[in-house]
């Protein structure tokens, strides 16, 4: 019998993955629901597929809990398998309301090759796209909008980055902050990591429940706590500096913040920030030093 004590540790990880693949795909009592100011301030969220908002939704959820921010999911597609959309936008339904963000569609089935290739080779199709964009963003006026950074990997997120980006050039008077996210593809310069605790977790992952096809497919869903565990060590040396303490943090995930105005992107501080589960989200985001 092996005397190494990490063998154990590493055992036990297996174990909770493979337990958690008899947990139910929705179904469980919903979270106690954030009551919401008719004039609160609104966040969007610029999700690629559905189940990206529940991915990272982190920070999204604490503004939502802590600050009273209404976190609206935009679902820009429902993939491509058409013949699954009808489902993907059910199981879309089932995890906003679990969780408490409201949904906002793009048009009937979601935009259609959202891609760099479609940008380039189909403007016009490319141009209506932005615009429909351009109108949600005008419907929301939002304080915040979260989109995926322009090196995640996957065609379709990288596609959102630049419809996002085209759309915001015809709105330059807005003044919004933009929250770059990652998934497929880690940020090259994140300045914000931010704490979720363990109930933010499961709750994230209920609402990520929700998307059972996909989950069915790839069981991506009970690797999100150890990726929001390998965000705490990326990001104590790409947000907090190299050589830096790192923060007690169990799980986190890593953002890239900047403010949209005067028709441009501007770094919203200077270096890292780090948000830790209990500080004021809100203050430290919207701030006028923020």
């Known amino acids: ?5 990490y063998l154990e540790y590493a055992q036990s990880f297996r174990r909770l993955h493979a337990q958690g693949r008899s947990l139910p795909f929705g179904g469980m009592p919903k979270p106690e ?3 919401l100011a008719k004039d609160a301030p609104v966040a969007l969220i610029l999700s690629p597929h559905p189940d990206d908002e529940c991915v990272i939704g982190g ?7 802590e600050s009273g921010v209404r976190i609206v999911n935009v679902a820009m597609t429902l993939g491509s398998n058409r013949d699954r959309q009808p489902e993907r ?3 879309l339904r089932g995890a906003c309301d679990w969780i408490g963000f409201e949904l906002q569609e793009t048009i009937p089935g979601g935009l259609e090759q959202v891609t760099p290739e479609s940008r380039e080779k189909d403007p016009e199709h490319w141009k209506k796209s932005v615009g429909r964009l351009v109108e949600i963003i005008d419907q929301w006026a939002p304080q915040a909008i979260f989109f995926p950074h322009v090196a995640d990997w996957n065609d ?16 330059p008077q807005l003044n919004t902050l933009l929250i770059e996210t990652e998934y497929w593809g880690q940020m090259p310069s994140p300045n914000l990591m931010v704490e979720n605790s363990p ?7 209920g609402a990520l429940s929700h998307h059972e096809g996909e989950l ?3 069981a991506f869903h009970l690797g999100l706590p150890a990726w929001m565990q390998d965000n705490v060590r990326l990001g104590a040396e790409v947000v907090g500096g190299q050589g830096g303490e790192a923060p007690d ?6 953002y890239r913040v900047s403010r949209w105005t005067n028709g441009q992107a501007i770094a919203a501080w200077e270096g890292g920030k780090m948000l830790p589960s209990g500080r004021d989200s809100q203050g430290v985001l919207f701030s006028p030093k923020a």
Do not use: C, W
């Not at 019998?1 to 004590?5: A, F, I, L």
């Not at 980055?161 to 709105?171: E, W, Y």
């Open 33 to 35: 629901k954030t009551e």
């Open 156 to 171: 379709t997120h990288i596609g959102v980055h630049l419809l996002t980006v085209d759309a915001l050039r015809q709105r």
């Open 89 to 91: 936008l059910d199981e």
């Open 1 to 5: 019998m092996s005397q190494n004590p």
């Open 199 to 205: 109930e933010e977790v499961g709750d994230l992952l």
């Open 249 to 254: 943090f169990a799980f986190a995930t890593l």
């Open 216 to 218: 069915k497919r790839n």
């Open 59 to 65: 920070l999204a959820l604490r503004l939502m809990r």
